[in-house]
């Protein structure tokens, strides 16, 4: 048994070997036996099997050759073996080299400088110029060319690390003076976790719009030039934003001497694995590294195809010679694509070097695959304290067929458009189409709905989104799909009236679409864009104070990306140059048309049942009731379904099944149907079990394989939903209805609001009429100018204050409303009175001032009823209309006649006609009893 053992060890170490030597052939290197060793062939690196070392000291694996020299060994061992528990054995090797070899340069311990242990299908390697030598895993043999410029650089300086771990052991102290903290703290967390090397990953969490891309860049010139890096990746979300970071290093000036970073260095996109000598940092997307890895090219525009590609399963990567593992010392993530550390991963493991990551949001898979080594946090609200980001409101606008979708009655004739060709025609509908609100504008477009929102959008913008502003606001909404964003374009310019300049779709399915985002943070004319996804991170608009959400979002991650758009800060001179009615931005309104905010932050034919919706074949799986000729057919249907997905519905897809299981995704989930049918798997199963009945045996196949669909309703609702996206109705008959639009405000922001607002009043009592006249009378006498002077001075900067955010503020931390309903969140100037009541102890409830005066108006009416007093018809329209310009005035005069409405009716001589002599009486004596 022992010499069957051994002769297995052996055999699996000599596989083994047969790896090892295809990798080093691979990787530049001619591999030799002792007995033929011939030091000047053609290629730089040797590796020599099988070398007799000193005495005590054993038998090598291989001894590498560097330029005649030796410089390493390498342990085999076969695969499978932990390399961590042999590293004593190469170590061993290490030092115990034979006096009749010629050494190249050694360690001052006397040791080999590169030593690697490798089974195959894994290699360590430890680096001996490193200043605490430390193995770590690799994925393939560095180049001997790579080997010879460590030992090059350690030979010529010998006083100074050649590699660059040992390097950032002296970096130059960082000049905080052109950056902000968090900038600061950040670039010392990454150097301090490069000294400690303790991870090999740093994770850096930046809230949006707090310069990241600008901190990454100050960190590459820190470490090109001092900290001996020789070049780094920069990977990006999209490759659109390839050309903003390119901006970024192109007007980066260095701290020291003032030049721009690419006089200095070259900065340039990654083609394709033959890049250029000079090329010191590569910009690309991670899509675009793994065609370079596989040698292919890489094109320079935008394409959908490539740049939203999100793979079924884990990529798997190939040793390339032309872009070898040691091309990049480090790989900056900057809010790269958010499956970058799932499916992506093996491009980022492929190369040796250090990877920072850059996020706002950072998630569970983020934190795991930088081993839990944030090196940096800087949150958003910090960075609104700090004045890096601006702060932001709620708008929410909810209508009737947004929360509860409507029905299109049997027998209408509809439109219906083709998602792909756009092509229209109409059909007769045999029965109800009852839509929900998760399929609106994906299997049903309501163009009502949508020309709802926008117009309730547009009425409220300038009374209670940006009150008091005339030009509407840079804009940007995100619509669910392509489709739904044409549509939403073209209604955005007929609410408002506009041309084409006025409003324009940025998709990657748009004609030029870099035009038109430089035309949305330029053009004056240009007011509202409408995009899906290709804007939706990193993307920088800083005149953008609008973000309408038009589509939900399932991810928390995704949707702060989002939000973030609308977050930049932006000097007023620049701000003002597109809108010209901004002196400043000092918020940005989310409205939210969706809910998106309200979130807690998803060998016969398979098909063998042709007359069985997709719908029943889902409802059955959920009830566990499907036979397998249904699994069968469901397999097909949906296999029929992913070949008319688009990328993007893919993913959504996938990440709907990873809800309810992070392994699951549509491709798997059809493979296991697929499987669970299949008569040979059944057999093996049968086989396996045969204390069991076969139909049992099946029965728990076909469960198991249904499983993920049938405990994940969501997953099934969206896969229906995508079914009938496929032929989308159009409902031009449903009319909606707005059930509420309103601010939103944090609670903590209302308490911080009103106690500003307290200070206020109590600081400028005696110099404003309004304020004063409530404290010391009540309220009596309070003219209209006098509100419209307090509505004025708090709407100026720094309070930037309007009636609704302080009313809004109140209802927030808890204060009574009494009021009707529909003035609940509309509000005018005069409710500054019912503010002031408030506060002077007058009354203890929200009360809108429109409300009091109806209310005491009535009351008014009763008194002269029951004291004999009667009213005409022709008298009553006089009076109603003067107790409405008092309830929008705070009280109405003699010269208020001659205007409408009263002008219709002849004015002061009409009211005289009609009210007789004591018209000026009736008017003061409303003025007494209604006013304030």
């Known amino acids: 048994m022992m010499n069957e053992s051994s002769d297995e060890r052996l055999a699996a170490e000599q596989r083994a070997r047969v790896l090892i030597d ?6 530049g290197w001619a591999v030799q036996d002792r007995s033929v060793l011939n030091l000047f062939a053609p290629q730089q690196g040797i590796a020599v099997r099988e070398v007799i070392m000193k005495p005590g000291h054993g038998r090598v694996d291989y001894l590498l050759y560097v330029d005649k020299a030796v410089v390493g060994v390498i342990e085999a061992k076969p695969i499978g073996t932990p390399l961590s528990g042999v590293e004593w054995q190469s170590a061993m090797y290490a030092t115990g080299l034979p006096e009749d070899v010629r050494r190249k340069t050694l360690d001052p311990d006397g040791r080999l400088p590169f030593v690697f242990e490798a089974s195959g299908t894994e290699t360590h390697f430890t680096n001996g110029f490193d200043p605490a030598p430390r193995a770590r895993r690799i994925f393939a043999f560095p180049r001997p060319e790579t080997l010879a410029t460590t030992i090059r650089a350690a030979t010529e300086n010998p006083d ?54 600008y901190t990454a860049v100050t960190e590459a010139y820190r470490l090109l030039k001092w900290g001996g890096f020789q ?37 340039t996109k990654l083609a394709r694995g033959g890049m250029p000598a000079s090329t010191k940092v590569a910009i690309s997307t991670i899509q675009r590294v793994f065609k370079a890895i596989k040698n292919e090219d890489v094109p320079e525009g935008d394409d959908q195809g490539l740049d939203e590609f999100r793979p079924d399963e884990p990529v798997t990567v190939s040793y390339n010679p032309d872009l070898p593992p040691e091309t990049f010392d480090l790989v900056i993530v900057d809010e790269a694509h958010r499956s970058i550390y799932g499916v992506w991963r093996g491009v980022l493991e492929y190369f040796d070097a250090h990877i920072v990551g850059l ?6 898979q983020t934190f795991g695959f930088f081993q839990q080594n944030l090196v940096s946090e800087y949150t958003y609200p910090q960075s609104v304290a700090d004045g890096v980001n601006v702060d932001f409101d709620i708008f929410r606008i909810k209508t009737e067929i947004t929360a509860n979708g409507s029905t299109i009655a049997a027998g209408t004739y509809v439109p219906t458009v ?16 009852d839509y929900t609100p998760g399929q609106l504008d994906r299997a049903v477009t309501s163009k009502h709905q949508i020309r709802l929102v926008l117009e309730t959008f547009r009425d409220r913008l300038f009374t209670e989104i940006f009150p008091g502003r005339h030009t509407v606001p840079k804009t940007l909404i995100f619509a669910k799909d392509d489709n739904h964003a044409e549509e939403i374009v073209q209604t955005v310019r007929e ?104 979130h807690d932050f998803v060998e016969p034919p398979l098909n063998r049942e042709k007359a069985i919706s997709l719908k029943k074949l889902l409802d059955k799986a959920a009830a566990l009731t499907l036979t397998e000729d249904e699994v069968a057919t469901l397999a097909s249907r949906l296999a029929a379904l992913d070949r008319q997905l688009t990328p993007a519905e893919r993913t959504e897809l996938d990440e709907v099944a990873a809800l309810q299981d992070a392994t699951a995704s549509m491709h798997a989930i059809v493979r296991a149907l697929v499987d669970a049918v299949d008569p040979e798997i059944q057999a093996t199963a049968v086989a396996a079990e045969t ?13 198991t394989a249904v499983e993920p669909l049938a405990a994940n309703p969501g997953l099934r609702t969206r896969i229906i939903e995508l079914r009938r996206a496929k032929d989308q109705v159009i409902d031009e008959v449903s009319r909606d209805e707005v059930l509420e639009a309103y601010g939103v405000v944090d609670p903590d922001k209302a308490k911080h609001t009103i106690e500003s607002w307290r200070g206020y009043l109590a600081e400028h009592r005696s110099e404003i009429s309004a304020i004063e006249l409530m404290f010391e009378a009540k309220g009596r006498g309070i003219r209209f100018d006098q509100i419209q002077e307090l509505a004025d001075r708090i709407a100026r900067p720094p309070h930037n204050w309007t009636v609704d955010l302080i009313w809004n503020s109140y209802l927030s931390i808890g204060i009574e409303y009494r009021g009707h309903t529909e003035t609940r969140n509309r509000h005018a100037a005069t409710d500054l009175i019912s503010l002031l009541r408030l506060e002077a102890g007058v009354d203890n409830a929200l009360v809108p001032y429109s409300d009091q005066v109806e209310a005491r108006y009535a009351n008014w009416l009763l008194r002269q009823e029951q004291a004999g007093a009667t009213f005409t018809e022709t008298q009553r329209w006089w009076l109603d209309r003067m107790m409405r310009i008092i309830a929008s005035s705070a009280g109405i005069d003699a010269d208020d006649l001659d205007n409408a409405p009263f002008d219709e009716r002849g004015g002061i001589d009409g009211a005289l006609r009609d009210l007789g002599d004591n018209a000026g009486d009736l008017i003061e004596e409303l003025n007494r009893e209604l006013a304030a």
């Open 418 to 433: 083709d998602r792909s060709t756009r092509e229209q025609k109409l059909i007769r509908l045999d029965t109800d189409l």
């Open 231 to 267: 070049r780094i990746l920069f990977l990006v979300d999209r490759n659109n934003l390839a050309d903003q970071t390119m901006g970024e290093f192109q007007n980066y000036r260095t701290p020291d001497d003032g030049r721009r970073f690419t006089e200095l260095y070259n900065v």
């Open 22 to 27: 295809r990798q080093l052939v691979a990787s």
């Open 359 to 364: 996020t706002a949001t950072p998630g569970k």
């Open 495 to 598: 609410v408002f009236g506009k041309g084409n300049d006025f409003a324009a779709k940025i998709t990657y399915s748009a004609k030029d679409p870099k035009g038109h985002l430089k035309a949305f943070r330029t053009n004056p004319a240009m007011r509202i864009a409408v995009t899906v996804d290709m804007i939706a991170t990193g993307t920088d608009v800083k005149p953008l104070e609008c973000v309408m959400f038009m589509r939900d979002v399932r991810s928390g991650q995704y949707y702060e990306q989002m939000k973030g758009r609308g977050a930049r800060t932006i000097a007023p001179a620049d701000l003002k140059a597109v809108t010209d009615d901004a002196d400043a931005k000092t918020r940005f309104v989310i409205v939210d048309a969706i809910g998106v905010t309200e």
């Open 691 to 703: 204390d069991r009945a076969p139909a049992d045996v099946v029965q728990d196949l076909l469960d």
């Open 160 to 213: 100074q690390s050649p590699t660059w771990r040992g390097k950032v052991l002296s970096l130059p102290s960082l000049d905080p003076a052109p950056l902000r903290p968090a900038q600061v703290d950040a670039i010392n967390g990454i150097e301090q976790s490069l000294v400690e090397q303790c991870f090999g990953r740093s994770l850096v969490q930046m809230a949006t719009g707090a310069g990241k891309t």
